[in-house]
DNA sequence: TCTCAAAATAGAAATAGCGCTATCTTTTTG
DNA sequence: CAAAAAGATAGCGCTATTTCTATTTTGAGA
């Protein structure tokens, strides 16, 4: 019963998962989307414009718009598109709970 | 009362800290690390070794020490000398319970 | 149809991050 | 003292990100 190959169980797929999740929201542009949004899927807004979203955060359209193409790809924003514009919201609530634990976690008492 | 200026006070210096600390975590040797770290953090074992997370980690020495020297420098790891050996543990309580959220998130029910 | 606004995309340049090998420091041991 | 072991660091080539400008696509309205 020496330490040889008593390592834990962690799933590397979840590891990796997780790893590619965090890395798409651990860039202050994209966080700040993801506070915008969530902040306002608690209180009741729960859709906005991509014009919203470049109002509320500050940078270039375009710059935005990649920005919230790789949340997409991550499944953490989905989008609809109603007419001329596109909607983007949180994907799902486990989403959600993360953001609002990371608030808790960074912007609570420090 | 028209939308122009409305924006939520979202803290920049907050969202710039939480981006970088999470960008230290989100990279899966580094994740790995913190599970390692965090998982015997609660059942007991506290004091990991170079070598150690090494081991469960696998791969090279080198590489874990730099790793190791990321997660140290945004202040997520603390390490402690003991003659030959540095021992690291998780900073402090607030991390500890980061790692836990994002178990639960992501290596809960999927 | 013509034009405008919203959003996405392409291409380019700069920067950052990764992992490797080799080296260096510090401590232990023979 | 010499050799070995534990960690940390430096330098290098490579790949991935970031952000900018310019362009394209899609739908709305005169």
Request: proline fraction near 2%; aromatic fraction near 4%.
């Amino acid at each position: 019963m020496e330490d040889q190959d008593n390592h834990i169980p962690f799933n590397d797929a979840d590891i990796d998962r997780a790893a590619r999740c965090l890395k798409a929201m651990s860039h202050p542009l994209r966080l700040k989307i993801l506070c915008v949004l969530g902040n306002n899927s608690i209180l009741g807004k729960d859709q906005f414009s991509v014009q919203d979203i470049v109002k509320q955060v500050g940078t270039s359209q375009s710059n935005i718009s990649q920005h919230l193409a790789i949340l997409r790809e991550k499944d953490i924003l989905k989008s609809t598109k109603e007419a001329n514009q596109v909607f983007y919201t949180i994907h799902d609530d486990r989403m959600l709970q993360l953001i609002k634990m990371m608030r808790e976690v960074f912007c609570g008492n420090c």
